[in-house]
């Protein structure tokens, strides 16, 4: 994939919805910059519980807090104890690409791959664990990502950067459930509460959507 100014309108498929980063966040066209219901109860929540722990690790590895924040609600809700079983789970031991514990919902299996080491669920049901192993698989997800939101989404849920033309799927980026566009729908929305929260909060975010925002030189 080309590499793309995000502050630009962009899409990586071109029957999808178009969309760019701004001050607030993801704008999308004809949409605007989108947010969730109401107070953004979820997003504070995640970030008073955790908040110290997102900013270790997206410290150590130059990754934008607030998409990891996004992430965590999407997956979980911010729920450190969520247990996610996929079809055809046997076992830990037997299935780990089968099981997704803790806040982030990574599987067992490609937190391991992530990480390089061995864990289970005991281990990524700590909360700073799993933040951990989600962070270190989105940041190996950056090069087909570039921090794109939208992107970020789809990657984390499907495993990668691809097409679906299903009628309720704007973004037309493969996500679950196939055919919607629910995921990155939600994640936009929490990312964009994650910016203002982070942005207002006395716990300032280590790296940051505005280091993301700067970083894009325009020519």
Known sequence: MA??????WHRPFADGVR??????GVEVEGAGV?????????VTRVWRLFGAAINQTTR????????????????SGGRADAVRLEPGYVSDEQTPHKVSPGLMQTLISTAREALQMTVDRAWLLDGAHSIEAGCAYLARQSAKTSYDPPLVAAAYNSGGIHHQTGSQNRWKLRQFPIG???????????????????GSSPMRPTMSHQDLLREQVRP
């Open 19 to 24: 969309w760019r980063l701004t001050d607030l």
């Open 180 to 198: 919607t566009g629910e995921h990155c729908d939600r994640f936009a929305r929490f990312y964009n509460d994650a910016v203002v929260v982070l």
């Open 60 to 75: 150590r590895r130059r990754f934008p807090a607030e998409l990891v924040v996004a992430t965590i609600c999407t997956e």
């Open 3 to 8: 590499a793309t100014n995000l502050l630009d």
């Open 34 to 42: 989108e947010r969730t219901k109401g107070e953004p109860a979820t």
